[in-house]
Every structure is written in structure tokens, then in C-alpha cells.
């Protein structure tokens, strides 16, 4: 029996590349930066950027749009905390609040004159709809909604992400057009520890924006921060239920669980497919990315769609009744048994223990 060859090398290594290819470096984080506040993602990414940008020998750069103003200098100097070495601060009267059109083109301008290799945006409303803008004016290449990046030997950004309904995971390439963008969903990469002390260099680029041929126009800004929606992503303890219990009317089982241990609540997708929960409950690839410090999952299976969502997780339990069970397979703690019997028997347990003050700790 002959041995299989190995694939063939891909064609377009760096070395191969375009000659003006080369003016393309350093690794660029968009900041997502919103009246004075800025979105955990964006931390994120620097986080994430930071290893890209030392693995290839360059430097780190934060994009930070806004208006003039205290705020948007802030947000660039709080990027060197999260390690940026480079911040461009880019300002204008037409970028004081979020539109597409201003937005793209101010990124744009940006990207064209200082080149950078790599670029990452966060997988929100506003980063998706920004960087498929960018991508498509600058014509390269966006992977979007990625679970993991990183940089080959020959330096091309490998970005990875589920393909075929979450059914596989698929790593892509830009080998033939730069800048390389992605865009990373919220608490898929863990956030890195702050210094205080870093500092860095602030470049000031203020765009070619006039407001007049700028078509969309804010009338009014309504902000959603008191809403009833979930908080999953950021929990720090959530409990979730999926097809193994059966009925909605169990789902309550769930709930009674994540009130006494002051957690949040989510599903599987089949859940909200069902109409049994509403879909910003939903945990997975198609609904939300977290990282708790505990994830219970009552009835799941524990899918590929749904791994990509939880298994940033510090501590996953896993309660299922069949043994072969995907989610055993990544969980921390397996308990094969019924969802249904064994979830009264833990609250109870949790509200006999634990007094009002532990469960806010363990919450918060």
C-alpha cells in the first residue's frame, strides 16, 4: 500500500504574493465605541490581536471613530490597557453617531492609507453591518461570525468558523487581496487582563466626510440598555434546557433552577424553532456566544452549533439521559439521567444551601 501524498502546497504562499502586498502590515481592532461607551468585544479582539500581531512581528492598532470630543480620546487611550500599541484616532462632526455610509468611509479612507494586514471587527449589529460595507468598497475578503483566528507559518490570517448549518467548522483563507477582515462574535475570545501602565502613540486621521452628501440622517436615538431582553452573553452563571425535556411546560424547570441560583436562562435552537422560548434565549451559533463561570445544560445533545457557543465556558454540566451524548464529549462534569427528575432535586438543594447573599456571589 502506497502512502498518501501530502496536499498540495497552497499556491498563493506569502512569498508569492503581489509585490505591493508588502506595504500591508500590522493587525488593526475596529473599536465599537457608542456615546462614550465602548463593547466588551472590542477588548476582546486586542486581546485576540495581541497574538496575531506577535506572532507576526508587528504592531497592534486600535480604530476609534467618533466625533471630536473627550470621549472618543478616551476609548483610544483605554486601548492601550488592552494592548494596542498603535491608536487611530479618527474624527469627525459625521461619525457622532453610528451610520454605514460615514462609518465605511471614514474605515476606508483609513484602511487605504495606512494598509494594515489583518483587520477585526466584532460580530454585533453595528460590526456586521460595517464591515461587510468595508469589505465590499475595499474588494477583499470577509470571514465572518469566526469561533477562532490564527496566523500559518507562511503569515496568512486563518480564520475558522462553522459552515453547513454548524454542522462543521471550516478554516478560510484571504490569500489573494489585504487587507484580511474578520469579524468575531462577543465572548468568543476571552478578555485579557487590563494594565493601566501600558501606553502607546496616538495617530490622528480625520477623514474626507461632508455632511451634506452623507443620505441617512439620525432623527432620534432610542437606547435599549433598560430593556427585558436576556443578558446571557455576559452572565456568570446560566442554565439552559434543550428537546430532552419534553415540553415547554418543563422548561419551567430550568427557570426555577437559574432563579435560586440568581442565573440566566437560554435553550438549544430547537427550542425556539418550537416556539417554546423566545430566540434571544438561544445559546449556539445562531443565537448567543457566552463564557459563564458555571453552564448547566439540562437535555441537550450538545451539537456542533451548539458547542460553538458554550465551550468557553469555565465550568460545563452536562445532564443528559443517553451516555453518547456529543455534549459529554467537551462537558466538565456528565451526568447521564433524566433532566426532568434530577432539576428539582438541584434546586431544592441550591435553595436549601445557599442564602441570598452566596447567590448574588456566585452570580456576580
Not at 15 to 34: G, Q, S, T
Not at 52 to 61: C, M, N, R, S, Y
Not at 146 to 151: D, R, W
Not at 206 to 226: C, G, H, M, S, Y
Request: with cysteine; glycine share 8%; aromatic share 6%.
Amino acid at each position: 500500500m502506497s502512502a498518501t501524498p501530502p496536499p498540495p502546497a497552497r499556491a498563493n504562499a506569502k512569498k508569492e504574493l503581489p509585490e505591493h502586498f508588502r506595504d500591508y502590515k500590522h493587525v488593526w481592532v475596529f473599536i465599537e465605541a457608542e456615546r462614550g461607551d465602548v463593547h466588551p468585544v472590542s477588548w476582546e479582539l486586542l486581546g485576540e490581536g495581541r497574538k496575531l500581531a506577535d506572532k507576526l512581528g508587528v504592531e497592534l492598532a486600535s480604530v476609534v471613530l467618533g466625533e471630536p470630543g473627550e470621549a472618543t480620546k478616551a476609548a483610544a487611550a483605554e486601548s492601550f490597557s488592552y494592548g494596542a500599541d498603535v491608536a487611530y484616532l479618527v474624527e469627525h462632526p459625521a461619525l457622532a453617531d453610528y451610520r454605514n455610509e460615514s462609518y465605511a468611509k471614514a474605515v476606508t479612507q483609513l484602511v487605504n492609507t495606512h494598509k494594515p494586514e489583518i483587520l477585526l471587527l466584532g460580530a454585533t449589529n453595528l460590526g456586521r453591518d460595517l464591515a461587510g460595507s468595508v469589505a465590499t468598497t475595499l474588494l477583499t475578503g470577509l470571514t465572518a461570525d469566526c469561533t477562532e483566528l490564527a496566523v500559518d507559518a507562511d503569515g496568512s490570517l486563518a480564520a475558522t468558523r462553522p459552515t453547513f448549518g454548524g454542522s462543521l467548522l471550516c478554516t478560510i483563507y484571504t490569500l489573494n487581496y489585504r487587507p484580511q477582515m474578520a469579524t468575531i462574535r462577543p465572548r468568543v475570545m476571552a478578555m485579557p487582563a487590563r494594565d493601566a501602565d501600558r501606553t502607546g502613540r496616538i495617530v490622528p486621521f480625520t477623514p474626507d466626510l461632508a455632511e451634506d452628501e452623507i443620505i441617512t440622517k439620525l432623527l432620534r436615538f432610542v437606547p435599549d440598555r433598560d430593556s427585558n431582553k436576556s443578558n446571557l452573553a455576559f452572565a456568570d452563571v446560566v442554565v439552559a434546557g434543550g428537546m430532552g425535556l419534553q415540553s415547554a411546560e418543563n422548561f419551567q424547570l430550568v427557570k426555577n433552577l437559574a432563579s435560586v441560583l440568581g442565573a440566566e436562562f437560554g435553550c438549544s435552537r430547537p427550542l425556539v424553532q418550537k416556539g417554546w422560548i423566545s430566540s434571544d434565549r438561544q445559546i449556539g451559533q445562531t443565537g448567543k456566544t457566552i463564557r459563564p463561570k458555571l453552564y448547566i445544560a439540562a437535555g441537550i445533545s450538545g451539537a456542533i452549533q451548539h458547542r460553538v457557543g458554550v465551550e468557553g465556558a469555565d465550568c460545563i454540566v452536562a445532564i443528559n439521559t443517553d451516555k453518547n451524548a456529543p455534549i459529554f464529549d467537551f462537558a466538565h462534569v456528565g451526568i447521564v439521567t433524566d433532566a426532568i427528575r434530577l432539576l428539582p432535586a438541584l434546586t431544592e438543594a441550591f435553595r436549601q444551601r445557599l442564602s441570598p447573599h452566596q447567590r448574588d456571589r456566585l452570580a456576580g
